[in-house]
C-alpha cells in the first residue's frame, strides 16, 4: 500500500462491511509499528480531526471527571457543614465513609472495562454517571455512619467505570504521541471541580433552613450537577473513529490508517483472554500500578482533607471550604503541565522524579514547620507536585501499550491499585494529630519516595527492553496477522517511551 496516495482516492472505511474493514486493518497488520510518513495534506487532515475530537469527546469527558471530583469532594465539605454532629460521627467514622468509596472503586474497576469492551462506550460511560448521581443525591438522606459507608461504597462501585473507561475512550481516539497531554487535560479537569467545589459548598453551607441541613444539599446540588450532564453523553459521545458521523471520511480513514500502525484499533468489540492474561502478568503494568497507588494516596490529601487541614491552621469552615480553592487550582496547574514537564526534562521518567522530588519538600517543610503559615506554604506545595505523578504514570503507561484489550485492562488494574492508595490516607489522617498531622505527613512521604524508585526501576527496565529488541531483533514472519496483532507491545518492532 502506498502511504503517500492521495487519501480521496481511497474507499470511505465507513462504508465498509464489518469483513472488508477487518481485511483492511489485517492488510495493514505486517505495518504494524513501522512509521506512517504524512503528507502535508495528511497533516492537515490529521489536525482537523483532532481539533474536532479535542472539542467534543474530551471536553465532555473533561467537563465530566470535574463533576466527579465535586462528588467526590462533597464528602470532605459536608463534614464540616454539620454532618458529624448530625449523624453523630466519631473516632474513625469519617475515615471509613471515605475508604468505602475506594474498596468499591476497587472491586469493580476490572469488570467495568470488560463490560465497556463489550457494550457501546457512550451508553457506559454516560450511564456510570447517572448511577453515580443518584447514589450521591442519595447520601442526603444518611442517617447513620453505617448509610453513609454504605452509600460511599456504592458509589465508588458505580462510578468505576468512568476514569479507566475514559482513559481507554482516549488512548483509542487519539495517536499515541498525543495521548499523553489528552490525559493530563482530562485529569486535570478534577482540579477545575476542586476549584470550583469550595465557594459552591461555602454557598451552601450559609443557607440555613429549617427543612433541610447544610451538609444534605451539598450532595443533592452535587449529584444533580453531573446527573443533568449525564443525559448529554449519549448524544455527545461516540463510541469509535471509524464509526463516527462528526468526522469525514479523508479523517475517519487517516486516524484508523494511524490506529492500526499503533494496534489501537478498538472498534472490533473483541476481548482478547490471552492480552488479558498479558496485562496482569506484566511486571510493568505492576511498576506503573505502584506508582498510582503511592502517587493516588499523596494527591488526594488535599481531595479528602484539605479542608479539615485548613481549618486546624485557625480558618473557620466557610473559609477553609472556600480557601480550598486555591489549594485545588494548585492541582489544577500541576495535571495540566504534564506533558510540557515531560518535554522540559527530556522523558516521562524525568518528569516523574521532578514532580515527586518537590512532592517530598513538600511534606518534608509540613512536618519540619512549627507554624501554622509554614504548613500552609507546605500544603500548597504538596497540592502542586502530587497530582502530577498520578496523572502522569497512567499516561506514561498507556503510551506504551498496545493491543485492542491489553490497556483497557491494564488502565482498569492500574486504576484499581492506584484507588487503593486513598484508602490509606483516610487512616493515617486523624483529627487527633490536628494542626501537625505527623503521621499522615510522614506515611505520604514515605509513598512519594517509593514513587520515585518504582520510577526509576520502571526507566531501566524499559530502557534496557528497547536496547535489547534493538539488538536481537525477533522473526514474525511466520505469524499470521491476528497473531501479530495480538503481541501488542511485545512486537520486535515497538519501542517504549521513557
Known amino acids: 500500500m502506498d502511504e503517500r496516495q492521495p487519501l480521496n482516492r481511497r474507499p470511505a472505511i465507513a462504508s465498509m462491511s464489518a469483513s472488508e474493514s477487518r481485511e483492511c486493518r489485517e492488510s495493514e497488520a505486517g505495518d504494524v509499528n513501522k512509521p506512517l510518513e504524512l503528507t502535508e495534506k495528511d497533516k492537515g487532515v490529521l489536525a482537523s480531526y483532532v481539533r474536532k ?9 473533561c467537563i465530566g471527571y470535574a463533576l466527579d471530583s465535586i462528588n467526590k469532594m462533597a464528602l470532605s465539605y459536608a463534614k464540616v457543614a454539620g454532618l458529624t454532629d448530625d449523624l453523630g460521627l466519631s473516632g474513625y467514622d469519617i ?15 476490572l469488570p467495568s472495562n470488560i463490560i465497556l469492551k463489550r457494550t457501546q462506550p457512550r451508553w457506559w460511560l454516560s450511564a456510570s454517571m447517572a448511577a453515580w448521581s443518584a447514589v450521591v443525591m442519595f447520601m442526603a438522606l444518611s442517617r447513620t455512619p453505617g448509610d453513609l459507608a454504605g452509600l460511599r461504597f456504592a458509589f465508588g462501585a458505580v462510578q468505576a467505570g468512568y476514569l479507566t473507561g475514559s482513559l481507554y475512550y482516549i488512548s483509542y481516539w487519539y495517536p499515541r504521541n498525543l495521548v499523553r497531554r489528552r490525559t493530563g487535560w482530562f485529569f486535570a479537569s478534577s482540579g477545575v471541580g476542586g476549584i470550583l467545589v469550595g465557594p459552591l459548598c461555602s454557598g451552601l453551607s450559609a443557607i440555613h433552613s429549617s427543612h433541610i441541613a447544610s451538609w444534605q444539599l451539598i450532595f443533592i446540588v452535587a449529584g444533580a450537577c453531573s446527573a443533568v450532564w449525564s443525559t448529554l453523553g449519549p448524544r455527545v459521545l461516540q463510541d469509535y473513529p471509524d464509526t463516527a458521523t462528526f468526522i469525514t471520511d479523508e479523517e475517519r480513514l487517516l486516524i484508523t490508517r494511524i490506529m492500526v500502525r499503533q494496534n489501537t484499533v478498538a472498534s472490533t468489540q473483541s476481548v482478547s483472554l490471552r492480552q488479558i492474561g498479558m496485562a496482569v502478568a506484566d511486571h510493568k503494568v505492576w511498576l506503573w500500578a505502584a506508582i498510582a497507588f503511592c502517587a493516588n494516596g499523596a494527591t488526594q490529601v488535599n481531595g479528602m482533607f484539605g479542608p479539615t487541614i485548613i481549618a486546624s491552621q485557625g480558618f473557620s469552615p466557610v473559609a477553609a471550604q472556600a480557601m480550598t480553592s486555591l489549594t485545588n487550582l494548585m492541582s489544577t496547574s500541576g495535571m495540566a503541565s504534564i506533558a510540557y514537564v515531560a518535554r522540559l526534562t527530556g522523558g516521562s521518567a524525568r ?33 502542586f507536585a502530587s497530582p502530577q505523578p498520578a496523572a502522569h504514570a497512567p499516561a506514561w503507561m498507556l503510551a506504551n501499550l498496545q493491543g485492542n484489550t491489553k490497556p483497557a485492562m491494564a488502565a482498569a488494574f492500574s486504576s484499581a491499585v492506584g484507588g487503593l492508595g486513598p484508602l490509606a490516607t483516610a487512616f493515617v489522617y486523624r483529627d487527633k494529630d490536628s494542626p501537625k498531622f505527623v503521621l499522615g505527613h510522614s506515611v505520604c512521604l514515605g509513598m512519594t519516595v517509593v514513587a520515585a524508585v518504582a520510577t526509576l526501576v520502571l526507566y531501566i527496565i524499559l530502557r534496557s527492553e528497547n536496547a535489547r529488541r534493538d539488538r536481537s531483533p525477533a522473526d514474525i514472519s511466520l505469524l499470521t496477522p491476528e497473531q501479530v496483532l495480538d503481541l501488542a507491545d511485545n512486537h520486535p518492532d515497538f519501542r517504549y517511551k521513557l
Open 53 to 61: 475530537c479535542d472539542r467534543r469527546l474530551l471536553l465532555y469527558l
Open 95 to 109: 475515615n471509613v465513609a471515605l475508604g468505602a468509596y475506594y474498596i468499591g472503586s476497587f472491586l469493580f474497576q
Open 351 to 383: 518528569a516523574l522524579w521532578l514532580s515527586n522530588a518537590i512532592t517530598a519538600v513538600g511534606f518534608v517543610l509540613a512536618l519540619a514547620s512549627q507554624s501554622n503559615a509554614a504548613r500552609m506554604v507546605a500544603l500548597f506545595l504538596f497540592s
